[in-house]
């Protein structure tokens, strides 16, 4: 029982008005066509899956290659029907095909199967899934033989529909199986001559009821599953639909998410459990987040590693980096790539760092730049400090060792080495390296003129009374 799947992705998308291929446009983080290769992949291997290209192949073929599918170029679009027939030779081999739509992004590989199973089950020609959503508009409508009936009958497109088919609400999803044999000996009985001058996939169950072949539907558990995404605000609308659907599958793991229709959650973020999410926060691309952490408002994480209670205050910016247990950031730092907090240690608000690694409780509480740097364990670091990394054409590296006390408003000249435990005094520019347990100075010396203040004033008021007399 060979079953291959076969993807539509070659169609331009015209209702967009984008440049992008429709297929290639993102919902939860991922091209609509990479969740429907997810989801078929979970049902036959990717060698068996054929991915049909068309408009702009090139680019939808790079974006998805590392799936392992196969590509079939469909080099004019003209139509699902057309589409079709272009993989005519590529699955000749197969018994059955299930036929997905690049465009419909939600579909769970449960779904797939319950079709699957019902195909075979019926031993029909075509099995067509459908769904009842609010508004069935701009959708093909499913014809039943009676309504209580698994047999159809036909799939008139909304264009075509009378005033008494439009009354049907069961749409087609444009999610079929097909017996491979009888959908291929009957598929040249395709025409152009509908509304779009395209052949229509769907005409397949007129024609293949005609040949006295079986055709019947069958209704998904969800419409939303099936909806497709013709537009940006339909775009927009299942990109909220798959948004909301991953954090409520976070929240049955036990992660608390206040407001979660507030929060962008990528589909391959995880989360453990206990922790919370605040409302407005976006947790992006390949995130791991460990138990009993706390993201507070405003925070946008990407690509980063984070241990078990850490707690990110709100308005952080954190990419590709990695926190330590038990580290507190924020409100408002920012972590660049290459970035790595050590357990316990504090980056407060106001500092930005890169490539930098913090160690266990250190301490960065305000206002800093920390590039190119490799500081220990025990290690504060003063408001302000600033590591001066780039010479204007290299970078250099500062490091300090464990339990160094680096003073509020220091400039720190890389290459630097600050030994362990070593003092560097308030406001100090440090361009030697200084050696452990040493205090270092990089300041003039203060002056202080004892009552300088008061003889200007008085100067001052002397000089105003000289002009009053000279007005007067
Ligand atoms: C199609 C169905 C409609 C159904 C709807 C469900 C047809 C004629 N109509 O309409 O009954 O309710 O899906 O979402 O099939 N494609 C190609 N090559 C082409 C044309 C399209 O690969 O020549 C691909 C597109 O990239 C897209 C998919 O096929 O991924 C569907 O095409 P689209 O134009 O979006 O069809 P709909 O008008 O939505
Ligand atoms: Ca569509």
Not at 117 to 138: G, K, Q, V, Y
Not at 172 to 182: D, V
Not at 218 to 225: K, L, N, P, R, Y
Request: charged share 25%; proline share 3%; net charge negative.
């Amino acid at each position: 029982m060979r079953f291959a799947i076969v993807i539509m992705a070659a169609g331009k998308g015209t209702r967009l008005k984008s440049k992008r291929a429709k297929v290639l446009h993102h919902i939860g983080g991922k091209a609509l066509l990479e969740h429907v290769i997810l989801a078929a992949t979970q049902i036959v291997p990717p060698e068996d899956v054929y991915v049909v290209v068309g408009h702009q192949a090139g680019a939808v073929q790079a974006a998805v290659a590392s799936t392992g599918v196969k590509f079939v170029t469909q080099a004019e679009q003209r139509g699902t029907g057309h589409a079709i027939q272009t993989v005519r030779e590529a699955v000749s081999g197969y018994e059955h095909l299930i036929v997905l739509s690049g465009d419909v992004p939600l579909l769970q590989p449960e779904t797939i199967a319950r079709l699957r199973d019902f195909h075979l089950s019926e031993r029909s020609a075509m099995t067509i899934l459908t769904a009842a959503p609010d508004d069935p508009n701009d959708y093909g409508r499913v014809l039943r033989k009676s309504p209580a009936s698994a047999e159809a009958i036909a799939i008139v497109e909304q264009k075509a529909l009378t005033p008494e088919q439009e009354k049907v609400r069961e749409i087609n999803s444009g999610i079929y199986a097909f017996a491979t044999e009888h959908l291929f000996k009957n598929i040249s009985e395709l025409t152009t001559s509908n509304a779009h001058g395209e052949y229509y996939l769907t005409d397949m169950a007129r024609i293949l009821v005609q040949e006295k072949q079986k055709v019947v539907a069958i209704e998904a558990d969800s419409a939303t599953e099936v909806l497709g995404a013709n537009t940006i605000v339909e775009m927009v609308e299942l990109d909220a639909a798959m948004r909301l659907s991953i954090a409520h599958k976070l929240m049955e793991q036990g992660v608390t998410i206040y407001r979660p229709e507030t929060t962008v959650i990528d589909s391959d973020v995880k989360v453990g459990a206990d922790t919370i999410i605040e409302p407005f926060v976006q947790l992006l691309g390949d995130t791991q987040i460990g138990e009993d952490c706390r993201i507070r408002s405003y925070s946008v994480i990407e690509n980063s590693m984070l241990d078990h209670h850490v707690l990110i205050r709100q308005g952080c910016i954190i990419n590709d980096s990695r926190i330590h247990s038990s580290a507190e950031l924020g409100p408002y730092a920012r972590l660049r790539p290459g970035s790595e907090i050590g357990e316990e240690a504090h980056v407060g608000n106001f500092v930005e760092t890169k490539k930098m690694r913090l160690g266990k409780g250190s301490k960065a509480s305000h206002l800093s730049y920390l590039g190119d740097a490799e500081i220990g364990s025990g290690v504060n670091i003063g408001a302000g400090t600033i590591t001066c990394n780039y010479d204007g054409v290299n970078k250099h590296r500062t490091l300090i060792e464990d339990g160094a006390f680096v003073g509020s408003h220091s400039t720190l000249v890389a290459p630097l080495v600050i030994g362990q435990g070593a003092y560097i005094a308030g406001g100090s520019t440090i361009t030697e390296d200084v050696p452990p347990d040493a205090l270092a100075l990089g300041r003039t010396r203060q002056t202080t003129k004892v009552e300088w203040a008061k003889s200007r004033r008085s100067q001052i008021h002397a000089a105003k009374e000289v002009e009053k007399s000279r007005q007067g």
